[in-house]
């Protein structure tokens, strides 16, 4: 943003607004989409976004309450609520978002690199960050922030200082790149790759490619590889009056490949450009790495940096980190370990990230010296203690020079400095850290993984991973084939079905979903104490758990006239006693919990002749929502549930929610998904049709790495009571997880398999309570490397079929010692 700001006059005029209201809040600085993170500063403008699911008008007050006092909306308000604020309407406000980033972008003259493609944007936009923050004041954008909204946020972050823009851009449907082009209006583009992401919304490669090359219909040039032939193709034929920049391994192009040299950790390229011969050496040797390496190289060739620059410059090159880790930490901390490039915008984001830990009520912050800023010393690290002190952290550890140098702008926030990071070890204990919530963030050089090896809690080495951003995405894309208005209600019982209750709790109540479920009040009980606050159903209420149900405020499923009774007792000794919601269970067919059809009307007098409680949802559940040869037996019950709760209707005389969707419910029959869904295990990534697989992605391995390595001769056994011998000399590898962490004893003696270095390896021998040998004989692996025991290598389906079961059971069998990591991209 301008230094100054925009004045409210100058942003009207440029979203083509009308103002509801004035009030003397009339420069815009800082544009604030999401009401759940911003930093609350001078000039603060809230966009009430509209989407699908959600509507930031809904959140106008509490904004409000919070210090916002700028608004644009695009619906009409009670402005009674908001004496002090500017209002200003416009028709979508979306589109004055991009509107404004538009007419920001335009005011700069500087080289802007646009980067799109199917795979490794965020890569080549960190890059050739790296490449070049020594040559300019560069802008780029924050994380992967490319999307509709994410794109006009990074734009508008374009100020005075800076003078060289890198922005990626993504898109999964037909006419979205035009706007993000009007946005970014690159003068260089770089275009990565084309791969399957978003097919299904393009009738063909052809259009998406041809979309995608839109981002470049005002470039000076454009940088691509020739041996993508679709691509090629595309861009000899769309994109006619740009200079196009091509590189090859194969074929003359501008940039001619003509060798590459493997060596130990690194690689030599050799390649021919305007016809002198050329060589980098890059500490990468992964194909991706290279593609991404060579689009950068012609970049640097293009802007004429010399020989000798571009080869210091590329061996310097480090790897992008691109997942935030949250671990358990030692003494009840939660640890978020941030590797992400430490820049001022990553900063803030994984700050807001802390932040939206509820576990412990304390915040701690330890974050090293930002490198490569191009800012000057005293502006940064004024910003970087504004941020502390407007996120209200309660600790700041500072370490490196530039920090300790620029101590005395941390007030108001308990703020202890360290010139290096073995410093900081020597000097804390691991007593100094009790049940509080620590953010990570160090730049490379700084090795925050010493600290973070300092502080995490020891646990052996078999984890459950549990990718929160796959279990977003599997949220969203089963929110895309709901209507809007659909309530969603997520089960989380079973430990989440085994992948950690409060951090799935947690991140499921961030991205809106309307309830949750649990099996037991305890497991209620315990999200409430770590900080859940929207509405929990309790499937299976004991009848000894009433009290503590009503002391949360967890909802009962009640299922019977029995537990309707009890329940209504123990809230008539309570202070609760009025309008208590509880949720009615209804027997359609799966003959589990439930009133029968022919209790109902009996149920209604009941309900209907008392007050202490108010039906806020009544539902029922499918037995074979998942079988093909079940499907009439479904719509019966479907039909069932209908008539019953018409009539349940009827004699209560209010409205409630109805539903009974399970998971392959909705994937198979989303006409009946009413007013609220159930859903389980697509949440977990996994579904028992193949046509949703694809769209799914499960999120949850089990890892562990290898103990020890041994040869072992032909004719010996492996383990306990060998049953058979080795038939050839073996090498055997012990990895350290067994029947006790939920790999059952069925998996021996080679039915069951693990994944180690691209490779199957079978497991020999029975499976011991804490270990199991497997058969590497064929891999070349060492000890201590990394195995996976289902994940994304080797799926669960597979196991759970030679066990005769199904995934929820392997996945609920994990013991609870093994400990469960969770990362976010
Ligand atoms: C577990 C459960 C669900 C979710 O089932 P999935 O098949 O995992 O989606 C829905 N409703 C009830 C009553 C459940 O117990």
């Not at 815009?28 to 699908?52: N, P, W, Y």
């Not at 649990?518 to 999200?527: F, H, K």
């Not at 046509?691 to 492996?718: D, H, M």
Request: charged share 25%; net charge neutral; aromatic share 8%.
């Amino acid at each position: 943003m301008l230094k100054s700001g925009y004045t409210i006059e100058d942003f009207n005029a440029i979203v083509g607004g009308d103002f509801l209201q004035k009030s003397q809040h009339n420069i815009i600085k800082h544009i604030v989409t999401d009401s759940r993170k911003f930093e609350l500063r001078e000039g603060c403008v809230f966009f009430a976004l509209t989407g699908s699911r959600s509507n930031g008008h809904a959140y106008i007050k509490d904004l409000y309450h919070s210090g916002v006092r700028i608004f644009v909306v695009s619906q009409n308000l009670d402005l009674n609520n908001l004496a002090q604020a500017t209002v200003i309407l416009v028709d979508d406000t979306l589109q004055a978002l991009q509107k404004f980033a538009a007419h920001h972008r335009d005011l700069f003259h500087f080289p802007v690199v646009g980067v799109t493609g199917s795979n490794g944007k965020t890569i080549v936009k960190e890059w050739a960050y790296q490449l070049l923050y020594r040559d300019f004041h560069i802008i780029r954008s924050p994380k992967s922030y490319n999307s509709q909204v994410g794109v006009p946020l990074s734009v508008l972050l374009m100020n005075e200082n800076h003078n060289f823009g890198v922005f990626e851009a993504g898109i999964s449907q037909p006419h979205e790149m035009q706007k993000l082009e009007k946005i970014i209006k690159p003068t260089i583009g770089i275009f990565t790759n084309i791969g399957p992401p978003h097919q299904e919304n393009f009738s063909s490669v052809d259009e998406k490619i041809g979309e995608k090359l839109k981002l470049f219909a005002h470039s000076n040039v454009v940088i691509y590889c020739r041996d993508h032939n679709d691509i090629h193709r595309n861009v000899k034929r769309k994109l006619k009056s740009q200079n196009l920049l091509s590189w090859s391994m194969s074929i003359p192009a501008d940039l001619t490949i003509s060798l590459i040299e493997p060596l130990e950790k690194s690689t030599k390229l050799t390649g021919v450009y305007k016809g002198k011969t050329k060589s980098i050496t890059v500490p990468f040797t992964s194909p991706a790495s290279i593609e991404n390496i060579c689009h950068l190289w012609l970049l640097l060739l293009y802007l004429e940096m010399d020989d000798e620059k571009i080869s210091r410059r590329f061996q310097e090159l480090t790897s992008v980190a691109m997942r935030l880790e949250q671990l358990d930490g030692i003494n009840g901390c939660v640890l978020i370990n941030d590797a992400y490039n430490s820049d001022i915008n990553s900063l803030t984001i994984a700050l807001d990230y802390l932040k939206f830990q509820s576990k412990n009520k304390r915040y701690t912050a330890i974050v090293s010296d930002i490198l490569q800023s191009g800012e000057d010393e005293q502006t940064l690290y004024t910003r970087v203690a504004d941020l502390i002190r407007s996120r209200k952290i309660d600790r700041f550890f500072g370490i490196g020079k530039e920090l300790l140098t620029h101590k005395s702008l941390f007030t108001e926030v308990e703020a202890r400095f360290f010139e290096t990071t073995s410093q900081f070890l020597k000097t804390v204990s691991k007593n100094d850290f009790s049940k509080e919530n620590i953010l990570l963030k160090g730049s490379r050089s700084f090795e925050f993984e010493r600290i973070a090896d300092f502080l995490q809690e020891k646990s052996h080495e078999t984890v459950l991973e549990i990718d929160l951003t796959k279990m977003v995405e599997n949220l969203n894309y089963v929110r895309s084939i709901l209507h809007p208005a659909t309530q969603i209600m997520a089960m989380v019982k079973a430990f989440a079905y085994g992948a950690g209750s409060y951090d799935v709790a947690r991140i499921l109540e961030y991205n809106r979903v309307d309830y949750l479920a649990v099996a037991y009040a305890d497991e209620g009980v315990s999200l409430r104490e770590d900080g859940i606050t929207i509405p929990i159903m309790v499937l299976n209420p004991e009848l000894s758990s009433y009290d503590t149900m009503i002391r949360y405020r967890l909802e009962p499923q009640i299922f019977s006239f029995r537990t309707l009774e009890y329940f209504l007792k123990s809230l008539r000794s309570s202070n609760e006693s009025e309008n208590y919601p509880i949720h009615i269970k209804i027997n359609t067919g799966m003959n589990r919990l439930g009133f029968d059809l022919n209790d109902i009307s009996k149920l209604g007098e009941v309900l209907a002749n008392q007050n202490n409680v108010r039906v806020k949802s009544v539902f029922s559940h499918l037995a074979a929502s998942d079988e093909e040869a079940f499907e009439s037996f479904t719509r019966k019950q479907i039909e069932e549930f209908k008539l019953a709760s018409e009539m349940l209707e009827s004699k209560l005389n209010h409205r409630f929610l109805r539903h009974i969707l399970n998971s392959s419910g909705i994937l198979r029959y989303p006409d009946a998904q009413m007013d609220m869904v159930r859903l389980g295990l697509a949440l977990y990534g996994i579904t028992t049709h193949a046509e949703f697989q694809e769209k799914l992605q499960p999120v949850s391995s089990l890892k562990t790495v290898i103990s020890q390595i041994r040869e072992v001769k032909a004719g010996e056994g492996i383990g306990y009571s060998p049953k058979t011998r080795l038939v050839k000399n073996s090498k055997i590898a012990v990895i350290p997880v067994g029947y006790a962490d939920g790999l059952p004893r069925l998996l021996g003696n080679g039915v069951g398999n693990v994944w180690i270095k691209n490779s199957v390896a079978p497991i020999v021998g029975n499976i011991c309570m804490d270990m199991t040998m497997v058969d590497v004989t064929a891999v070349n692996c060492n000890e201590g490397d990394e195995v996976e025991v289902f994940g994304s290598h080797l799926d669960i389906y597979e196991m759970a079929e030679h066990l005769q079961t199904i995934p929820y059971e392997v996945l609920t069998n994990i013991s609870q010692r093994v400990k469960r990591v969770f990362i976010q991209e």
